[in-house]
T-cell receptor, first 115, second 115 residues
Framework: GAGVSQSPSNKVTEKGKDVELRCDPI?????LYWYRQSLGQGLEFLIY????????KSGLPSDRFSAERTGGSVSTLTIQRTQQEDSAVYLC?????????????FGPGTRLTVL | AQSVTQLGSHVSVSEGALVLLRCNYS??????LFWYVQYPNQGLQLLLK??????LVKGINGFEAEFKKSETSFHLTKPSAHMSDAAEYFC?????????????FGSGTQLTVLP
């Protein structure tokens, strides 16, 4: 079946602009995660959603970052007033349920470049 | 708090030689441990995971890892390297207790396979 998809695959923006990154999880997966991969910081957790529960936002680096998940499926990560340090690959993952043994399946990522 | 240390950011082996990628973890509760592989411009793919039970875990593509609690290690091995194994490998940990479900990743090991 279809895996996790993300769009766009690449995004170049100017400092100060807002960007939206989209994630389509695997159908039927109730848990959705966002991670960021950058040269300086490695792979970092940002936020996760579990069904209709309030998301765990503990990894968001600043209030410029927000995310929503509509209808328990598609998720959008929004970065406002982008800064050069936001340049990274943003990875989305989904799992069948939010239990620690469940495999997280990753999308190909969105490469964000802030000029 | 949990953490993962991967010794060796770059490892080179000859084709047909043993692959050994090192991972040590720190966790105050029994951990769940994962190895993921990332090929260029792709997302992460699960190789194997340890949850409970047998401490020697076999994964895809001939890889295996052994959970050693006394050494807080979860090293990844493959008896004979293939050119197609060249990629970046990430060790990750999550907690078996508490509400946090995100993965905490190591900094990654880039594996080069020499002909």
């Amino acid at each position: 079946g279809a895996g996790v998809s993300q769009s766009p695959s690449n995004k170049v923006t100017e400092k100060g602009k807002d960007v939206e990154l989209r994630c389509d999880p695997i159908s039927g997966h109730t848990a959705l995660y966002w991670y960021r991969q950058s040269l300086g910081q490695g792979l970092e957790f940002l936020i996760y959603f579990q069904g209709n529960s309030a998301p765990d936002k503990s990894g968001l680096p600043s209030d410029r970052f927000s995310a929503e998940r509509t209808g328990g499926s598609v998720s959008t990560l929004t970065i406002q007033r982008t800064q050069q340090e936001d340049s990274a690959v943003y990875l989305c993952a989904s799992s069948l349920a939010v239990v620690p043994t469940d495999t997280q399946y990753f999308g190909p990522g969105t490469r964000l470049t802030v000029l | 708090a949990q953490s993962v240390t991967q010794l060796g950011s770059h490892v080179s082996v000859s084709e047909g030689a043993l692959v050994l990628l090192r991972c040590n973890y720190s966790s105050s509760v029994p951990p769940y441990l994962f190895w993921y592989v990332q090929y260029p411009n792709q997302g992460l793919q699960l190789l194997l995971k340890y949850t409970t039970g047998a401490t020697l875990v076999k994964g895809i593509n001939g890889f295996e890892a052994e959970f050693k609690k006394s050494e807080t290690s979860f090293h990844l091995t493959k008896p004979s390297a293939h050119m197609s194994d060249a990629a970046e490998y990430f060790c990750a940990v999550t907690s078996s207790s508490g509400s946090a479900r995100q993965l905490t990743f190591g900094s990654g090991t880039q594996l080069t396979v020499l002909p």
